[in-house]
């Protein structure tokens, strides 16, 4: 070994000091985002069990992106495209609903730049209380559909989101959720 330690993986001239062109300084910058997130990858490699391809997609960190990957391979053994989408959407119609209450945050959320709440003049007032009616009607109808199309759909959906666990009797419950939350959301699409 040289004196000083470890050589970095950096391009190098021709007697063997670092390079200063444009295009090795592009390269540091792309080698350090890889051993950036080689570290993720492997984590996740590590974490879910899967191969460094599949590690590297972005759906692979939460469970209803690697229930989709599955159904990939196997159709009857995750979840479908339209059904991932039915979900995110649900996602956000239950964040803005949660957001426009002011409901406290989830028990594993840390919020790291608590401020104190803002007075709303008279007009910011109305806006307010209109996007309020808006979106609790908009969760208020999706709650709905899930509740209509399996009772215990709700809570299959919620693991599945929020906690990010789910066990295999559940997994019936959120396709047929799933499932209903689409068809009405291709219905809201074609009106």
Known sequence: MSKGGKK??????????????KASQLN????????????GIGARMRHYGVSKTRAKRSTTGYLLGRLMDI????AS??????????AMKYAEIKMEYL?????????????LNPMPGI????????????????????????????????P??????????D?????????GALRMVLNALSRYFRGLDKS
């Open 8 to 21: 970095k993986r950096v391009d190098r001239v021709e007697h063997g000091r670092p390079s200063r062109s």
């Open 28 to 39: 540091k910058v792309r080698l350090q985002q890889e051993d950036t997130l080689s570290v």
């Open 71 to 74: 159904s990939a391979g196997d």
């Open 77 to 86: 053994a995750g979840i479908s495209q339209n059904q991932h989408d039915a």
């Open 99 to 111: 957001k426009s209450i002011e409901s406290p945050r989830h028990a594993k959320a840390v919020n």
């Open 119 to 150: 007075a709303l003049r008279l007009e910011d007032e109305a806006m307010h209380i209109k996007r309020v009616q808006r979106s609790c009607a908009a969760y208020m109808a999706v709650t709905g559909v899930i509740q209509s199309a399996d």
């Open 152 to 161: 215990l759909g709700e809570t299959a959906i919620t693991r599945a989101i």
């Open 163 to 171: 906690d990010q666990s789910l066990n295999g009797k559940q997994l």
